[in-house]
């Protein structure tokens, strides 16, 4: 499964802006997915993420209630929603794909079988 992330861009607080994650070749249908942001000089911080049906989501404290992931299967797609956005969200943004024992999603990283490519979020004040 190859993973892209997209839809990244330079925003200004308070604005919003929606990521996607498809894949080329395989489907990631049949996988949850998450989501991870990594600031510069920091790790690779859990956002969120997606069992394989869409019917349920776990987020991370820090973005509870300003972030929204979603999944079109049909579109082979998985959705982040971001809303009223802070400098401090500025970082690259990264999708992953969980499968076997975690497709009903999970916040650790090393649980992630594939990654795809970041897309940089940049969040002016």
């Known amino acids: 499964v190859q993973l892209q992330a997209s839809g990244g861009g330079l925003v200004q607080t308070g604005e919003s802006l929606r990521l996607s994650c498809a894949s080329s070749?395989?489907?990631?249908?049949?996988?949850?997915v998450g989501w991870f942001r990594q600031a510069p000089g920091k790790e690779r911080m859990f956002l969120a993420t997606?069992?394989?049906?869409?019917?349920?989501?776990y987020y991370a404290d820090s973005v509870k209630g300003r972030f929204a992931v979603s999944r079109d299967l049909a579109k082979n797609t998985v959705y982040l929603q971001m809303n009223s956005l802070k400098p401090e969200d500025t970082a690259v943004y990264y999708c992953?794909?969980?499968?076997?024992?975690?497709?009903?999603?999970?916040?650790?990283?090393?649980?992630?079988?594939?990654w795809g490519q970041g897309t940089q979020v940049t969040v002016s004040s």
């Open positions: 992953a794909a969980a499968g076997g024992s975690h497709i009903l999603g999970t916040k650790e990283r090393d649980e992630y079988d594939f």
């Open positions: 070749g395989r489907t990631i249908n049949p996988y949850a």
């Open positions: 997606i069992s394989w049906s869409g019917g349920t989501t």
